[in-house]
């Protein structure tokens, strides 16, 4: 059934009736996961709705997804990967990926859902590995005569309890684990990348980042470019590229999200996250 738009676009002024080409666009921006209850990270709860609406618009040549990640959760991240493949395959609508400064970790994950992966010469790709961080505060409560009283059903469930000294068995559990993930991380960029890959696993999957045009020379991103010069060369100057919003935070995340020393006396764990963001951002030099 014809839209009311297109009923009337006969009678519209010329310039009105001319069909403009149009990619819808969803950014997606920052660190993956919950960060903190007031600084919510990406998630496929805050994106699921932003992507169903860009491949729902009508006449779409394509849809964009602009990166800008240090990565994070290692499931969140897969998530967003599948609901873009999901979508991009029932709709019959390739996707182009946008890296600006930064597609690491999970965030190139999410990359490389993408048909296309279009980075800026400065960009930072790559970091395909799992990563484990914490603190070791035995020694700390020791020094104060705090004593740390815990009671388990299991020998494992107390595993890396950052307040008893580190306990070898359990790094080897983790490694385990580990594992587990990056095999899985490194499967899903061999198989979307492809022959496209210029080296081996063992020296492209090894944690290490590249600028971009290192990157396109490994076949981890197929062309340098950004959203507005490549989709004017491709479709048009004339083409559309409508920005689909994430979900947004609740008012008080928002609220404290412009004031961090405030968010910080609230919620002292939100002082934790910002700093544990910012690392992410550090470990590849941003």
Not at 102 to 125: H, K, L, N, Q, R
Request: with cysteine.
């Amino acid at each position: 059934m014809a839209s009311f738009l297109d009923t009337i676009r006969p009678f519209l002024p010329a310039r009105f009736r001319e069909r403009r080409p149009v990619v819808p666009v969803v950014r997606l921006v920052g660190a993956i996961g919950a960060v903190s209850p007031l600084r919510p990270g990406l998630s496929i709860a805050s994106c699921a709705a932003a992507l169903e609406r860009a491949f729902a618009v009508k006449g779409a040549k394509a849809v964009a997804i602009v990166v800008n990640s240090p990565g994070g959760s290692p499931v969140q991240s897969h998530l967003i990967y599948r609901r873009i493949r999901s979508l991009s395959l029932e709709k019959k609508l390739s996707v182009l990926v946008f890296v600006e400064d930064a597609a690491a970790s999970g965030g190139y994950m999410i990359a490389c859902a993408g048909d296309e992966i279009i980075a800026d010469p400065s960009s930072i790709v790559g970091s395909v590995g799992v990563v484990s961080a914490g603190f070791g505060l035995d020694r700390l409560i020791e020094r104060y005569g705090v004593d740390r009283r815990v009671h388990t059903t299991g020998p494992r469930k107390a595993m890396l309890d950052p307040f008893r000294p580190e306990n070898p068995d359990d790094i080897v559990r983790l490694k385990a684990i580990q594992s587990d993930i990056f095999t899985a991380f490194s499967d899903l960029v061999a198989e979307r990348r492809g022959t496209k890959l210029t080296k081996t696993r063992e020296e492209l999957f090894t944690g290490d980042i590249w600028a971009g045009r290192a990157a396109l020379d490994l076949g981890l991103v197929d062309a340098i470019g950004d959203l507005r010069t490549v989709l004017r060369a491709r479709f048009g100057a004339k083409v559309r590229m409508p920005v689909m919003p994430l979900a947004r935070p609740g008012f008080l995340a928002r609220l404290l999200g412009r004031d961090p020393t405030i968010g910080s006396l609230i919620d002292p764990g939100q002082a934790i996250a910002a700093v544990e963001e910012r690392s992410l951002w550090a470990r590849l030099g941003l």
